[in-house]
């Protein structure tokens, strides 16, 4: 996973911010989208409904007291970003944006500049100790008090030779007890053969190919962290703020999401 700009080749977090209707994305990039969409025209709902469980999360991190956040993968900023929702609700909550696509960083440099309480970094998800060695993360954060890690839309793009699990677990290790970890991760489920096999097709084209991963795979990458109700579901599910429609929740019927707490170390 490199960081270089290329504009004649798609990039998955161009596309995503194609998905929310935003302008930082270029014609390969809304090309490869197009296809996405026509392959399965739902993309755009489940996309938005990911972004509404990014907000839930966010806003259960507050309620428990958590006012640190490591979004890893952060993309490119859009309404209702983690700064936007966190500090309505603590106005002194700190957030490190961590993503390697170089659009996605300047864009959101540019959009941020200036807020005290928020840095951006370029680094690699899949690479923990260049994340947690950077000093937008070191200056912001602090470890020995809990911090809510942000994985949303994400580890699908971390091949299974890049063992999210470990990568996971690096992030585990050095999270103060209390701390969250929040996924969302897309799998193959309700999906026919072709949809999964074309879908793999458009991202083969990205620097970063889409491994999809069943909901079962949670629990291995949330080893170390204890499950919060309702455990392992579909994003919609999660928590959701009111009641939610058959036509949503086909269309976002192929991700899960999972959130964890670090439990504390008992004597």
């Not at 004649?8 to 911010?17: L, V």
Request: net charge negative.
């Amino acid at each position: 996973m490199h960081g270089e700009l290329d504009l004649h080749r798609p990039n998955a977090a161009r596309m995503y911010d194609y998905f929310l209707g935003g302008t930082q994305n270029f014609p390969a990039d809304r090309k490869a989208a197009d296809q996405q969409l026509n392959l399965l025209p739902a993309t755009r709902v489940g996309v938005r409904e990911n972004r509404a469980f990014l907000r839930r999360v966010v806003r259960y991190c507050v309620e428990r007291g958590i006012r640190q956040f490591l979004d890893l993968g952060s993309g490119i900023p859009t309404a209702g970003n983690v700064h936007e929702v966190a500090h309505q609700g603590r106005p002194d909550a700190v957030i490190a944006y961590v993503d390697h696509e170089p659009v996605a960083v300047a864009h959101a440099r540019r959009l941020l500049h200036g807020e005290e309480r928020v840095t951006v970094t370029q680094a690699d998800l899949s690479r923990p100790a260049d994340v947690l060695g950077a000093p937008g993360v070191t200056r912001l954060l602090d470890f020995d008090q809990p911090i809510a890690v942000l994985a949303l839309s994400v580890l699908h793009f971390v091949p299974d030779e890049a063992d999210p699990a470990g990568v996971l677990s690096a992030y585990h290790r050095v999270c103060a007890p209390g701390s969250v970890l929040a996924l969302s991760h897309a799998s193959g489920a309700g999906l026919s053969a072709t949809q999964v096999v074309e879908g793999l097709r458009i991202y083969d084209q990205t620097p970063t190919p889409l491994s999809l991963r069943p909901a079962e795979q949670a629990r291995e990458l949330l080893t170390g962290w204890s499950l919060i109700p309702p455990g392992v579901v579909p994003v919609v599910d999660w928590r959701p703020d009111f009641g939610v429609g058959e036509e949503v929740r086909t269309a976002v019927g192929n991700g899960w999401a999972a959130v964890g707490v670090k439990p504390s170390v008992r004597g």
